[in-house]
């Protein structure tokens, strides 16, 4: 029952401010090398249930009416594929397909360069994270209208070691207020955009674009989301996923 209650309470707040002032695109980085992933079909093209990991993603955001545009950075030898993708299943939100870079931020920045100037916050996502809901794609976007900035994450559960150089345990790390952090990750635009300037000027190279406007000193408001936000990166990431979208068929959808 305080589930149901939740999730209504969740689509409530995801919608009461759906508006001009909160016109969102997202930013779909799409760009990497699979070299953890091996063979030579890049993973954003491997099949999870049957369906492209890329078109599930697309597919995620399309769904989600809080997503207004879409923006995909690719490499650019992949640029076909993806297209091909984006017509099959019919992503009308698509706007434009954008080289990917050398780095996750110079991918995010090239796709940030896109958006139309209707544009007021960004959602920037991993094209691998294909199991990602509308209503947590929604949550998030919810929860940064209010805070400028707000990223979907997950709390840390395991027991967590910090080792030395040799692997020799050093201490037990309080877990209480530590998450991993999943995409999608909501910003407001002038926001977004000064971040990722001082990131630049300062050669700050994150691994996420919450390092960059945690760098310019603003605070990230992080929204519990499932576990099975997950990225895909290695084989085993595709048979755990088609298990969770197997385990999903069975039950009501979320979407």
Same mark, same amino acid.
């Given at each position: ?117 209707? +544009?007021?916050? %960004? ?8 199991? /990602? @809901? !509308?209503?947590? *794609?929604?949550?998030?976007? =919810? ?76 605070? +990230?408001?992080? %929204? ?8 895909? /990166? @290695? !084989?085993?990431? *595709?048979?755990?996923?088609? =298990? ?12």
């Amino acid at each position: 029952m305080k589930e149901a209650v939740q999730k209504a309470v969740d689509i409530y707040e995801a919608y009461r401010d759906f508006n001009e002032k909160t016109y969102t695109a997202a930013l779909i980085l799409a760009a990497g090398s699979s070299s953890r992933m091996g063979g030579k079909t890049s993973k954003q093209f491997l099949p999870v249930g049957g369906i492209p990991v890329l078109a599930r993603s697309l597919l995620a955001y399309q769904k989600c009416p809080l997503i207004r545009e879409i923006v995909v950075a690719a490499r650019p030898e992949d640029a076909d594929e993806v297209k091909k993708l984006v017509k099959k299943y019919e992503i009308s939100k698509f706007t434009k397909l954008v080289s990917g870079g050398a780095t996750r931020a110079e991918s995010a920045k090239n796709a940030l360069n896109a958006v139309s100037a209707d +544009v007021q916050y %960004v959602a920037v996502a991993d094209g691998a994270r294909c199991l /990602t @809901t !509308p209503l947590e *794609i929604a949550r998030v976007c =919810a929860c940064a209208y209010r805070n400028k900035a707000a990223s979907a994450g997950c709390r840390v559960v395991d027991t967590v070691k910090r080792t030395g150089a040799l692997g020799n345990v050093k201490e037990t790390v309080d877990r209480e207020n530590l998450w991993t952090v999943q995409t999608p990750q909501v910003f407001h635009l002038a926001l977004y955009a000064a971040a990722t300037a001082r990131a630049e000027a300062d050669g700050l190279k994150p691994t996420d674009d919450n390092a960059m406007i945690e760098h310019l000193g603003y605070g +990230v408001r992080l %929204v519990e989301c499932s576990r099975e936000n997950m990225k895909i /990166t @290695t !084989p085993a990431d *595709i048979r755990l996923a088609e =298990a969770i979208l197997a385990a999903r068929g069975k039950e009501p959808s979320d979407d």
